[in-house]
């Protein structure tokens, strides 16, 4: 499981996960969130995924930002995608941070560093390819392959 792309400007601005493993990952528990002041995980606002949120072999999961409310939501923005989950927090474009997949425990399985202006106006900051591949200015897919 990575983050595989980052959009904090511009519109609808997203997380998306990625399943880069041959089976399919189970994420009930397992939570989403920014940092804190620190630099370390914001536990207490993360999105928590709900039990049967599964994430197939080369799958995307949408996490859109800024949202009202927290959670399971069919207001994925441009994504194409008919559910996504919802956060209350932003990742800052102007000053970078740190993006946390949190295990059921609260550990981190997963953490991006997303920099200063990671991507210009109308793009994406995702991995090429999906993945395994190194961040890049990209154009905006959510929930689907990433493209430079």
């Not at 399943?19 to 399919?24: D, E, Q, S, Y």
């Not at 969130?33 to 928590?48: E, H, K, M, N, Q």
Request: proline content about 7%.
């Amino acid at each position: 499981m990575v983050f595989n792309e980052i959009c904090s400007r511009s519109g609808d601005e997203y997380l998306e996960l990625y399943n880069a493993g041959a089976a399919a990952r189970d994420l009930t528990g397992y939570g989403v969130t920014d940092s804190l002041p620190d630099g370390g995980p914001y536990a207490s606002r993360a999105v928590i995924f709900p039990a049967t949120t599964t994430l197939a072999p080369g799958g995307f999961l949408l996490v859109m930002l800024g949202r009202a409310t927290a959670g399971p939501t069919t207001g994925c923005g441009d994504a194409g995608a008919t559910s996504c989950f919802g956060t209350t927090f932003n990742v800052s474009n102007m000053n970078g941070e740190t993006v946390w997949l949190l295990d059921p425990t609260g550990a981190v399985d997963v953490s991006t560093a997303y920099p200063i202006n990671g991507h210009a106006s109308g793009r994406s900051y995702g991995r090429v390819p999906d993945g395994t591949g190194p961040f890049m200015d990209t154009r905006r897919t959510p929930g689907v392959m990433n493209a430079p």
